[in-house]
Antibody
Framework: QITLKESGPTLVKPTQTLTLTCSFSGFSLSTSGVGVGWIRQPPGKALEWLALIYWDDDKRYSPSLKSRLSITRDTSRNQVVLTMTNMYPVDTATYYC?????????????WGQGTLVTVPS | SYELIQPPSVSVSPGQTASITCSGDKLGDKYSSWYQQKPGQSPVLVIYQDAKRPSGIPERFSGSNSGNTVTLTISGTQAMDEADYYCQAWDSGTAWFGGGTKLTVL
């Protein structure tokens, strides 16, 4: 059974760095085709993809946020960490991590419960 | 940048067929996925690779890809299908989501 859970601060001050941890079970990030991605959703708005780390440690980032994002993995601890620098009020959102599987294309087939991060103005 | 366009809302009567479209430049050359999100819940993958259903997704959910438009079709729509639906595709190594469509079953 694949499960993922996000953890991190619920409140981040403007200009600070956000660090979120995705703890997962039921799969190995060393398995070919497997990845973990981060997706966020501002209140009442659409989903926005942020980053993805693949089984071979290849990393991809949203072009608009690439300069602010970093994604790393700790395979032994079954964790993936996302850092986002220079947080602004517009970054207030629910942040999800998701298991991805790449065959012909990549899909996000299991999602965590999400964690709401607020950046006050 | 790449844009996926969805209608903001679609309404359907129970038992009828709902169709939600998603359009994008050369979308027909890419594979798309669809996610269902109910209020207060995490998204759920309902269609991937244009037309494949993950295990556990009812057969009434189907997908198609034609030209620059992909379509999610829900046959025999049930009240439990009321949700937001998002299309998603990859372009130049980046994942893009559509703006979402609110499906109302009334």
């Amino acid at each position: 059974q694949i499960t993922l859970k996000e953890s991190g601060p619920t409140l981040v001050k403007p200009t600070q760095t956000l660090t979120l941890t995705c703890s997962f079970s039921g799969f190995s990030l060393s398995t070919s085709g497997v990845g973990v991605g981060w997706i966020r959703q501002p209140p009442g708005k659409a989903l926005e993809w942020l980053a993805l780390i693949y089984w071979d440690d290849d990393k991809r980032y949203s072009p608009s946020l690439k300069s602010r994002l970093s994604i790393t993995r700790d395979t032994s601890r079954n964790q993936v960490v996302l850092t986002m620098t220079n947080m602004y009020p517009v970054d207030t959102a629910t942040y999800y991590c998701a298991h991805s599987l790449t065959t012909v294309t990549t899909r996000f087939d299991y999602w965590g419960q999400g964690t709401l991060v607020t950046v006050p103005s | 940048s790449y844009e996926l366009i969805q209608p903001p809302s679609v309404s359907v009567s129970p038992g009828q067929t709902a169709s939600i479209t998603c359009s994008g430049d050369k979308l027909g050359d890419k594979y798309s996925s669809w996610y269902q999100q109910k209020p207060g819940q995490s998204p759920v993958l309902v269609i991937y690779q244009d037309a494949k259903r993950p295990s556990g997704i009812p057969e009434r959910f189907s997908g198609s890809n034609s030209g620059n438009t992909v379509t999610l079709t829900i046959s025999g729509t049930q009240a439990m299908d009321e949700a937001d639906y998002y299309c998603q595709a990859w372009d130049s190594g980046t994942a893009w989501f559509g703006g979402g469509t609110k499906l109302t079953v009334l």
